[in-house]
């Protein structure tokens, strides 16, 4: 069972806690670090690899997760790209809106991180409309 790393981000919105973590990546994949340069950066410590996990709660109850092995970075910060990414994508949009340009046409910049937490969160939405009991907003 793997260790956990560390907390990336714990949030919550009005029906959901969200916590975003790491655990230690127990089967790490290398095979494409021909000269081992990123071996020896794991070895000194100049990169982690962890496998990062998004999980949902609803009253205490874990009800949608999402996990994505193979993690290399610097540090967890890196991992949660999300902000530096929507910071390029309003350029991206400024630029397009000056130029005259179909938005998107210029490209966008996408982030695991808050891929991650979209995937858990439509998930827990999926599982709680289930609940008689409780009526959830559908968001497409």
Not at 45 to 65: D, H, S
Not at 67 to 95: P, T, V, W
Request: with cysteine.
């Amino acid at each position: 069972m793997s260790h956990k790393l560390g907390t990336m981000r714990e949030f919550k919105t009005r029906n959901f806690k969200v916590v975003c973590d790491a655990l230690e990546e127990d089967d790490l994949d290398l095979s494409f670090d021909e000269d081992d340069s990123t071996l020896k950066a794991l070895q000194s410590g100049k990169l982690i690899a962890f496998v990062a996990r998004v999980r949902v709660f609803y009253k205490g109850n874990e009800i949608g997760t999402d996990y994505l092995g193979g993690c290399i970075y610097k540090s967890l910060e890196d991992f949660m790209d999300h902000r530096e990414c929507g910071k390029q994508n309003a350029k991206y949009e400024r630029q397009e809106k000056r130029r005259g340009l179909a938005k998107g046409s210029l490209g966008r910049c996408g982030s695991y991180f808050r891929d991650m937490i979209g995937v858990a969160i439509a998930e827990a939405r999926k599982t709680i409309s289930s609940y008689k009991e409780v009526r959830v907003r559908q968001v497409s």
